[in-house]
């Protein structure tokens, strides 16, 4: 007689690990990034599957519309189609760009609510995110790695970034998870498709105007893409216990200030307790000499409203995934973020 014990618990102890893999499904909102960049692209499978990762892949995959992935009915669709995937529990951006909030009116926010996912990604896809916080507030949503522009990074820089993600993944909803900032960072433009040289590893400081410490509920992302929902449903309501998280890349001066301003006249800075600026990746000052923070200051005018700036939730590299809508509390000295309720 065949003994089949030793099958069987083989047979059992690859449907337990199975059960533990993250699923990740992950789609292209705006920038046609898997046809554009397919070496990155490949690296990032390649990085992710060794995690143990198991990947779903959106329908618009390596297709392109000139500037974009697909229609607003495509893309709104390859989003759906991970929203209905049962096989899918987190849902990632693979790269940002310039109009997600295309898609917006047309994702099944109600069947989120009834059936919550966990949403990551950070740039352009801050409109979904946002969205799906204020539309269905029960998904887990965070400021956190793209598919390809973050995976597809080279190491030292992907191994910090997927460290910092996996400690916030696999927090529970009871649970406080607390981050230590990078010691070190870069913004440099190198290596996107092929390795050229290591990056630049500058020394990591955050920085702070009033007070080091500052605790409450963290909502916000990438500020040229609150343009584009500033004003509609799909921007949070804010109260005086929010921290606005914002965050930008390769602006100038010029759009800098007025991004600023455009808060600022919607009265958001009247309406919260104080703001988080994230690290501005390839700042071009216009000859000015002006960084973010100081443009900042002189646009919202009020030095009782506390500042932590330099965070690392950015373009730069590594990256610290952030949950929205967390209970928070950043400390500038000992670079520390902790976040529970989320």
Known sequence: MIDNE???????????????????GFYSASTPITALSPKRFRRAID???????????????????????????ERAREINELIHNDQVEIIMATIGGTNTNSVLPDIDFAYLRCHPKTFVGYSDATALLLAVKTQAPQCRVLYGPAL?????????????????????????????????????????????????????????AWHYTKQPVLEGRLIGGNLNTMYGIIGSKYFPQLSSEDLLLIEDAEKDAATVEKNFAMLKNAGVFNQIKGIILGKHAL?????????PIEILL???NNPQLPIIYDYDCCH???????????????????????????
């Open 148 to 204: 390809v522009a973050s995976f597809g990074e080279w190491q030292p820089f992907v191994g910090m970034t997927w460290h910092y993600f996996n400690q916030v993944i696999t927090t529970g909803s009871h649970q406080i998870v607390q981050l230590q900032g990078p010691k070190f960072w870069s913004d440099e433009r190198l290596n996107w498709e092929n390795f050229e040289q290591p990056k630049e590893q500058r020394v990591n």
């Open 298 to 300: 002189e646009v919202v």
């Open 316 to 342: 730069t590299v590594p990256m610290m995934t952030t949950p929205l809508g967390a209970h928070t509390i950043i400390n500038a000295q000992t670079m520390t973020a902790e976040f529970s309720d989320f």
């Open 283 to 291: 700042f071009d000052d216009q000859g000015s000499h002006k960084t």
């Open 47 to 73: 990085f992710l599957q060794q995690q143990g990762v198991r990947l779903t892949a959106g329908s618009l995959t390596r297709k392109q519309d000139n500037y974009r992935s697909g229609s607003i009915d």
């Open 6 to 24: 030793p099958k069987k618990a083989i047979i059992k102890q690859k449907k337990i690990l199975e059960m533990f893999k993250l699923k990740i």
